[in-house]
């Protein structure tokens, strides 16, 4: 048994909260997203966040750090943008195996260094697959409904090259993540499921997809049964959700998903929904007392943050997840 599935029929494990939202913090201009290499690059570069894993790495690391101070178990690498997809709006294509394999190399040597502090709670490194910018499922043109931005095939060779680059940088996990279109995460897993074959390797896969407002739904179009049946074929480690919603409004679609599944449950929820301003305002508190509730309700394994949640989000989540025992549905499927 894997070391990660062992900690997880021990307990509840904690995921990190939101990277992008720990950089603000730094205020970095757009010299420093540049760095001494970029310095005369012909693009814009401010707001390419995982660039900074190559510009910035020390930040990268701090804040990985933070969060394993937090009490997070798992953390996830600076690659959430990591496609030549997302890519091409700063023309950096042919940076992506370096950008990921940077970011994982970071987050490995952090992790390392904790677990090597605190060898009875091993951490663990999860490799972040962001949607792209792009969508399979629906037409970006309204007067042409069907037309398609992009292919399946298109999507499944950009993500195995973002895939074999985690895995060389040295991730435990890797987290398909804010999944909007269940056929952009079936082309990430199709690539995935290639690269195990051709490595000969069994590396555990978690999918987290987002549903986008109050209608229940995907923004394909799909309720949360219907995102854990179109996807339940792959051997999955966990599924769940994350982003567009604050803590107590992803509760009734992890309940109608946590007694359909033998996968483990994860969630990572927004502090809350945003202001006026696009900011977070629900504090560590607030959200842990109704992250609680999933607890009490025997919902979760995996729990963490999304949109706005910092360290100290993490720390209160982690305090309480500590109180319960990770949903007993997971211990027959391991």
């Known amino acids: 048994m894997s070391k990660i599935k062992q900690a997880l029929q021990d307990r509840i494990l904690v995921l990190d909260g939101a990277m992008g939202t720990m950089l603000q913090r730094y205020k970095f201009t757009e010299a420093d997203f540049r760095g001494e290499r970029f310095k005369d690059y012909p693009s814009s570069l401010q707001g390419n966040n995982d660039l900074l894993s190559i510009t910035q790495p020390q930040a990268i690391k701090e804040v990985h750090a933070k969060y394993f101070e937090a009490g997070a178990d798992i953390v996830e690498t600076n690659t959430f943008s990591g496609t030549t997809f997302a890519m091409a709006d700063y023309h950096m294509e042919d940076l992506v195996y370096e950008l990921n394999y940077q970011s994982a190399k970071i987050a490995r040597e952090v992790a390392d260094e904790f677990t090597k502090r605190e060898p009875n709670k091993p951490r663990f490194v999860a490799g972040s697959i962001g949607p792209t910018n792009k969508t399979a499922s629906m037409s970006p043109d309204?007067?042409?409904?069907?037309?398609?931005?992009?292919?399946?095939?298109?999507?499944?060779?950009?993500?195995?090259?973002?895939?074999?680059?985690?895995?060389?940088?040295?991730?435990?996990?890797?987290?398909?993540?804010?999944?909007?279109?269940?056929?952009?995460?079936?082309?990430a897993l199709f690539a995935i499921e290639e690269v195990k074959e051709e490595r000969n390797i069994d590396i555990p896969v978690m999918l987290s997809g987002t549903i986008t407002d109050a209608s229940g739904r995907t923004l394909s179009g799909q309720t949360a049964e219907a995102f854990l049946i179109s996807v339940s074929h792959i051997p999955l480690l966990s599924v769940g959700f994350n982003c567009a919603l604050g803590a107590n409004l992803l509760q009734p679609h992890l309940e109608a998903i946590a007694s359909k599944t033998d996968f483990a449950i994860s969630a990572h929820p927004n502090a809350g929904l945003p202001n006026a301003f696009g900011e977070y305002d629900e504090s560590p508190e607030d959200m842990g007392e109704q992250i609680e509730e999933y607890l009490k309700k025997d919902l979760i394994n995996i729990i963490g943050g999304c949109c706005g949640t910092t360290p100290e989000h993490i720390k209160v989540i982690a305090d309480i997840a500590a109180k319960y025992k990770p949903r007993k549905v997971f211990q027959t499927a391991i």
């Open 142 to 187: 309204v007067n042409d409904p069907g037309f398609r931005a992009v292919s399946f095939d298109e999507l499944r060779i950009a993500y195995k090259q973002q895939v074999e680059a985690l895995i060389d940088g040295g991730v435990d996990i890797l987290l398909v993540e804010t999944v909007f279109d269940t056929l952009n995460a079936k082309a």
